[in-house]
C-alpha cells in the first residue's frame, strides 16, 4: 500500500485501473486526511447531529427519570400547548417585534457609517476613527449591559443628571416599556455599527475609481456621488446582508436581553430564547420548550432556505 | 447640486468649497460618533475611581472626582471576581486551543478537491448552521454525559464554528498547489506538509480566527450560566452579571427587588466592568489589524 502511495505521488494518475482499486487507491492516498476527519465526524454526530435527534422530545412527554427512550409519546399535545398558551404569543411578538425595529433603525446605521468614513480622505484619522468604532464588537453583552443599566440609572447616571440639568424628569429608562426596547436598539447599534462597515468599505474599495472622476466631470456633487457611484457600488453587499437579517427574524441572541432586562419589563422583554431558558433549564418543562425551540428553528430554516433562493433568483451569488 | 452648470465647462477642483465644507462637516460627524461610542467607557473608568458620594450625586463626567481605588481594594480583597478571572483565563486558553486544532483538522483535509466524500462532509457542516438541536436536547446530551458543572460542557460542543471552519477552508484552497507538490516529489509526508508548509503560510487566518474564538470564550456567559454550577467555577462575566444586574439598587428603589438584600455600590460594579474589559483593551491594538482580514476572509466565501 505504501509503495503504490509513493508511487502514486510521483506519477500521473492512470486511468487504465478498474475503478474500484482506484478508489480505495485514492483513500489509501489521502488515509492522513482522512484519519484528520475522523475526530471532526465524530464531534459533528455527538454534539450536532445526536441533539437534532433528540429533538423528537417534542412529541413526548419527557421525565428525566425515563429517560429519552422510556417517556410516553404525546404526538403534538406539546404544541398545541404551546400555540394555546398566551406566552406563546407574547414572546413570538416580543422576538418578531425587536428584529423589525433592528432592522428599521439598526440595519441602516452601518451602511451610513461607511459612507461618511469612505469620504474620509486621511489615512490616518480614518484608521484611527475605524479602531475606535470596532471597540464595542470586541465586548460582551453583559459589560455593555452593565455600562448601559449604570450610564441609564435615574439615580446615580450621567444620563438622568444631564437630564435634571436640562430641567427634565429623570427616566427610569431600563423599567420602562417604551423606553427598554429603544434602549435594546441603540445598544446593538453601539456594539454592532461600527464593526458593520467592515464589509461596507470593503466593497466601496473594489469600487472602479474611474466612475467617481466620471461622476466629477459631469459636476456631480459629493452627495450626488454618494447616491449615483457610491450607493450602486455596495448594493449587492447591502442586499445579502439585508436579507441575511431577515433570515435571522426568529432570533433575538439570548445574552443581549439578559444583560439588559429586569422584571419590570418582562412584558416586552421576554423573547424566545429567554423563556426556553427559563422554562426549560430553570423550571425543567423539557419537552414544551423544545417544542418551542422546534417550531422556531423550523421557521428559521424556511426562512433561510427561500432567502438563499431569492439571492440566487436575483443573480446574486447564493450563500451557498 | 451648487454648481452643475458651470463645472461641466471646469471641473471642480479638490479644494472647491462645498468639497471642504463637506470633508468638515464629515469629520466632525465621525469624531462625534466615536466620542459616542467611547464616551460610556470613560465614564465608568471614571466612576470607578471616584468617591461614592460624588457617585451618588451624578457627578461623575468623563474625569474621577474625588479620587480613591476603594473600588478595586474591595474588590481585590474579596477575591471572587479574581477566581473567576483565572477560571476565565483557563477556559479561554483550553478552549482556543482545542477550536483551533479541530478547525485545521477539519479545514484542511476539505480544501483538497481531491478528497472523496468532501462535498458531504461539507453539507453535513454546512447544515449544522442552518439547523441545530436547540437548547434543551443540547442540555440533555450533556447532562447524560455527565459533563454538567465540567468545562468540557463548554469545550467540547463549540470545538468547531462552521463558520469559521469554511473562512478557514477558503483561505487554504486559495495556497498554490504547486507549493505542496514540490515538497511531496521531495518525498515529505501529508502531516509534514501541513505542519512545515502550510501552516505557516497560514498565520494571517490563524491568527484571525485564534482571535475570534479567544474572544468568544472570554465572554462567554449563557453556556456557563446553564453548566456551570460551582460558584467557585463561574466564569468573569457570570460573576459580573451576579454583580451587576441581579441586585441593582434602581430596582430596590422601584420595589422590585425587594427579596434582595446585598446591594453592590455603584462604584464597585464600575471596577468590575473596568477590570473585566481591561485584558480586550490591552490585547486589542495588536491585534486590530488580523480580525479586519478574518472578516473579509470570511465575506469572499461563506
Known amino acids: 500500500m505504501n509503495q503504490h502511495a509513493t508511487l502514486d505521488a510521483k506519477l500521473p494518475e492512470s486511468k487504465r485501473e478498474p475503478s474500484r482499486r482506484l478508489f480505495w487507491k485514492q483513500v489509501s492516498r489521502n488515509r492522513f486526511l482522512y484519519m484528520l476527519l475522523v475526530p471532526v465526524a465524530a464531534y459533528l454526530l455527538l454534539f450536532k447531529y445526536a441533539p437534532m435527534a433528540g429533538e423528537i422530545i417534542a412529541f413526548k412527554n419527557y421525565r428525566l427519570a425515563d429517560g429519552i427512550w422510556g417517556s410516553p409519546w404525546v404526538g403534538f399535545e406539546q404544541f398545541g400547548k404551546l400555540f394555546s398558551s398566551k406566552d406563546f404569543y407574547a414572546v413570538l411578538r416580543n422576538t418578531l417585534l425587536l428584529n423589525l425595529y433592528h432592522l428599521i433603525f439598526a440595519f441602516p446605521v452601518p451602511i451610513l457609517l461607511a459612507i461618511l468614513l469612505n469620504e474620509v480622505r486621511i489615512e490616518w484619522y480614518k484608521r484611527t476613527l475605524q479602531n475606535l468604532l470596532y471597540i464595542p464588537h470586541f465586548l460582551s453583552w453583559i459589560v455593555l449591559g452593565s455600562i448601559v443599566i449604570a450610564l441609564l440609572s435615574p439615580s446615580t447616571g450621567f444620563v438622568s443628571f444631564l437630564m435634571k440639568g436640562l430641567g427634565l ?10 423606553w427598554w426596547p429603544v434602549t435594546f436598539i441603540a445598544s446593538g447599534i453601539w456594539k454592532e455599527a461600527g464593526f458593520g462597515t467592515i464589509l461596507y468599505l470593503a466593497a466601496m474599495a473594489s469600487i472602479d475609481p474611474t466612475l467617481f472622476e466620471a461622476a466629477k466631470m459631469d459636476g456631480a456633487n459629493k452627495l450626488r456621488q454618494i447616491w449615483h457611484v457610491t450607493l450602486p457600488g455596495i448594493r449587492s453587499t447591502i442586499a445579502i446582508l439585508l436579507i441575511l437579517q431577515v433570515g435571522r427574524m426568529m432570533d433575538v441572541g439570548f ?8 422584571p419590570a419589563v418582562t412584558s416586552v422583554a421576554e423573547v424566545i430564547s429567554t423563556y426556553v431558558y427559563t422554562r426549560g433549564i430553570v423550571n425543567l418543562q423539557y419537552s414544551y420548550t423544545t417544542a418551542l425551540g422546534l417550531f422556531q428553528s423550523l421557521i428559521a430554516l424556511i426562512l433561510i432556505v427561500s432567502v438563499n433562493r431569492i439571492i440566487k433568483a436575483l443573480g446574486e451569488r447564493g450563500l451557498w | 447640486m451648487v454648481t452643475s452648470g458651470k463645472a461641466l465647462k471646469k471641473p471642480p477642483h479638490r479644494g472647491g468649497f462645498s468639497s471642504k465644507a463637506f470633508h468638515w462637516v464629515n469629520y466632525l460627524v465621525l469624531a462625534l460618533c466615536a466620542y459616542a461610542t467611547l464616551f460610556p467607557f470613560v465614564n465608568i473608568i471614571a466612576v470607578s475611581f471616584s468617591s461614592s458620594r460624588a457617585i451618588n450625586a451624578a457627578e461623575v463626567f468623563m474625569w474621577p472626582i474625588e479620587f480613591n481605588m476603594n473600588a478595586y481594594v474591595n474588590l481585590l480583597k474579596d477575591g471572587q471576581l479574581l477566581v473567576a478571572m483565572k477560571n476565565t483565563a483557563l477556559i479561554t486558553l483550553v478552549g482556543t486551543a482545542l477550536n483551533m486544532l479541530f478547525t485545521i483538522m477539519a479545514a484542511y483535509p476539505l480544501s483538497k478537491s481531491r478528497l472523496r466524500g468532501r462535498n458531504f462532509m461539507l453539507m ?20 447524560s454525559l455527565g459533563l454538567v458543572n465540567t468545562y468540557w460542557a463548554l469545550w467540547l460542543p463549540a470545538l468547531i464554528s462552521a463558520y469559521n471552519m ?13 507549493l505542496e507538490e514540490s515538497a511531496q516529489i521531495d518525498g515529505a509526508g501529508d502531516a509534514t506538509i501541513l505542519w512545515k508548509i502550510v501552516l505557516p503560510l497560514s498565520k494571517p487566518v490563524i491568527a484571525a480566527l485564534t482571535l475570534f474564538y479567544a474572544v468568544g470564550w472570554w ?16 466564569s468573569l462575566m457570570v460573576k459580573l452579571h451576579q454583580m451587576i444586574a441581579l441586585v441593582s439598587p434602581d430596582m430596590l428603589r422601584s ?21 473585566a474589559i481591561t485584558p480586550i483593551l490591552c490585547v486589542y491594538p495588536f491585534l486590530q489589524k488580523h480580525f479586519i482580514k478574518g472578516v473579509l476572509l470570511g465575506s469572499v466565501k461563506g
Not at chain 2, 453535513?124 to 447532562?143: V, Y
Not at chain 2, 465572554?219 to 463561574?234: G, Q, W
Not at chain 2, 420595589?255 to 477590570?275: D, F, N
Open chain 1, 169 to 178: 424628569e429623570p427616566i427610569y429608562f431600563m423599567a420602562d416599556k417604551f
Open chain 1, 255 to 262: 445574552e443581549q436581553v439578559y444583560a439588559l432586562r429586569n
Open chain 2, 124 to 143: 453535513a457542516i454546512l447544515f449544522t448552521m442552518l439547523f441545530s438541536g436547540g437548547l434543551i436536547p443540547n442540555f440533555l446530551l450533556i447532562n
Open chain 2, 166 to 178: 469554511f473562512v478557514m477552508k477558503s483561505f487554504l484552497e486559495g495556497l498554490p498547489d504547486e
Open chain 2, 219 to 234: 465572554n462567554s456567559y449563557m453556556n456557563v450560566l446553564i453548566y456551570i454550577r460551582n460558584t467557585d467555577k463561574l
Open chain 2, 255 to 275: 420595589g422590585e427587588g425587594l427579596m434582595q438584600t446585598v446591594i453592590t455600590p455603584e462604584g464597585i460594579r464600575a471596577a468590575a466592568v473596568v477590570i
